[in-house]
């Protein structure tokens, strides 16, 4: 039998699924291998295309994979029909994030995008409403938490400035402009303080699962979602997802996240992969992937009644954000920018800098990688 090698992130709802409905397919055989949730973001691509057929990538970095020459346009081996197929039942713009210099480079086969987090029992406990503005999370009468490590540090800031209707990779600002960012700033650093070394070490999973686990945190305001949490028996507690907190409640501009199938040239068994690929777009074949723990990116399964009744209406009830969800740049180099600006804020959240130096050191980055 024809054997393929693949690699994803190291979480159920990245390998899990993959594996599972790898060993269902009978055309061939793909063995997955796993790398960290940081690794998924930076670990440079075209090291990964010298040794797997298969990549699943975080889409910000398909300028590089472009860039690279090292990986298949997946324009080139599917159909008109296939991709626009594939389009139409790809949520919000997790169909369009791939697309870099005129080929689309990669398939979204999962979604997500930052949502708020919260214990249901707990709420319900201390009598709280889930927050559906800014000044309503800072209020809020619980411990709240943030991922905040570099790369999650930025992401929350992208989101916050698009909901603020504030380009978030600025080169030049107006006072206007600043004040917003303070203003942002303030509220990420009040949160950072409240949480504590936790926060600032913690990325959306190991954020989760300590919410999940203990009966500390109770509020996240901005995380990737991961809705196996809402799940009965996925972890000790469970944890239910709602839109956004905004400036102007509307849940607009949360950075969009997900993961993309790259296909490298290594693969000498594309015809073979492609069918693969049009099983995978089944119905029944997405649903299976979702019983196993995976994040589709099909909008047949975000609706979908039995899904929801399962994962507590997280689907359902994100469906407005992922919607109005921002996509970041996916331009050769971003990924270093979108680190290099997470260290700025760290440095800013720990008081090792000041706001005004946050501010000039993020334009000097912004500057240095931007585009014109």
């Known amino acids: 039998m024809i054997k393929l090698y693949g ?22 055989s793909i063995q997955w291998d796993r790398r960290s949730l940081y690794d998924f973001t930076v670990y440079p691509p075209d090291k990964l295309a010298k040794s797997y057929d298969l990549v699943v990538i975080d889409y910000p970095s398909v300028g590089d994979i472009a860039e690279s020459k090292m990986y298949v346009p997946v324009d080139e081996i599917l159909s008109k029909k296939e991709l626009e197929f594939i389009q139409r039942i790809s949520i919000g713009k997790t169909y369009e994030s791939y697309l870099y210099d005129g080929h ?39 411990k709240i938490g943030m991922p905040l490590s570099p790369l999650h540090a930025h992401s929350s800031f992208i989101t916050m400035c698009a909901n603020y209707f504030l380009d978030p990779f600025f080169t030049k600002l107006n006072q206007r402009d600043i004040k ?29 699962n ?9 509020y996240i305001p901005l995380t990737y979602g991961y809705y196996n949490y809402s799940r009965d028996n996925y972890r000790k507690n469970v944890i239910n997802y ?19 199938l790259a296909i490298s040239n290594k693969n000498k068994y594309i015809e073979e992969t492609v069918n693969f690929i049009k099983w995978f777009y089944e119905f029944d074949v997405q649903k299976m992937y979702w019983q196993h723990y995976g994040q589709p990116a099909d909008i047949r ?26 996509v970041r740049p996916n331009f050769p ?16 959240l720990m008081g ?6 946050t501010i000039k050191e993020l334009i000097n980055l912004n500057t240095s990688y931007i585009r014109t």
């Open 7 to 28: 690699i994803t992130w190291d979480d159920p709802r990245g390998y899990d699924s993959l594996v599972y409905i790898s060993e269902k397919y009978k055309g061939i």
């Open 104 to 142: 689309l480079w990669a398939l979204p086969i999962d979604a997500a995008t930052q949502v708020s987090a919260y214990r249901e029992d707990m709420f319900r406990k201390l009598g709280l409403r889930v927050p559906k503005t800014w000044g309503q999370v800072i209020k809020l009468k619980c």
């Open 180 to 208: 917003k960012i303070y203003t942002i700033l303030d509220i990420m650093k009040i949160i950072s303080d409240k949480c504590g070394e936790l926060c600032l070490k913690s990325d959306p999973i190991k954020l989760l």
């Open 210 to 218: 300590y919410m999940a686990e203990g009966e500390e945190i109770c």
């Open 242 to 260: 709602a839109n956004i907190p905004s400036f102007t409640k509307i849940p607009y501009g949360s950075t969009l996240g997900g993961a993309g």
């Open 301 to 326: 399964i975000w609706i979908d009644e039995e899904v929801n009744k399962a994962t507590r209406n997280s689907y359902i009830n994100t469906i407005y954000t992922i919607s109005l969800s921002y």
């Open 333 to 348: 180099g971003f990924v270093k920018l979108h680190e290099e600006a997470g260290k700025i804020l760290v440095d800013f």
């Open 352 to 357: 090792r800098i000041s706001g005004d130096e």
